[in-house]
């Protein structure tokens, strides 16, 4: 069974430090680029980072750049994001999604988590 498991979410005071998972079960990270997404209250899903499977090679929403880092242990088949200086609007559900293709476009996207609740607060 293809699956996509995040974890790592949680309340953060602003300024701090999460470290978001996403692990897969059933299929092998190593061919997929991977992509991260969230979705505010009330707003829509944005992507914000993705790696590639190809060279590894990074993308970044200009919201997060600085701030966040995307990176992969295919040893362990799974994709992390580091998030730091977390500020109030980067609450949102986040979402890991993997796809054969290089970083493509949302809908493109063919596999992914059921999300993982991150809270900024003061």
């Known amino acids: 069974q293809v699956q996509l498991v995040e974890s790592g979410g949680g309340l953060v005071q602003v300024g701090g430090s999460l470290r978001l998972s996403c692990a897969a079960s059933?299929?092998?990270?190593?061919?997929?680029?991977i992509g991260w997404f969230r979705q505010a209250p009330g707003k829509e899903r944005e992507g914000v980072s993705c790696i590639s499977s190809s060279d590894g090679s990074t993308t970044y929403a200009d919201s997060v750049k600085g701030r966040f880092t995307i990176s992969r242990d295919n040893a362990k088949n799974t994709v992390y994001l580091q998030m730091n200086s977390l500020k109030f609007e980067d609450t949102a559900v986040y979402y890991c999604?993997?796809?054969?293709?290089?970083?493509?476009?949302?809908?493109?996207?063919?596999?992914w988590g059921q999300g993982t609740r991150v809270t900024v607060s003061s």
């Open positions: 999604a993997a796809d054969i293709e290089s970083c493509p476009t949302e809908e493109a996207y063919d596999y």
């Open positions: 059933g299929f092998t990270l190593d061919y997929y680029a």
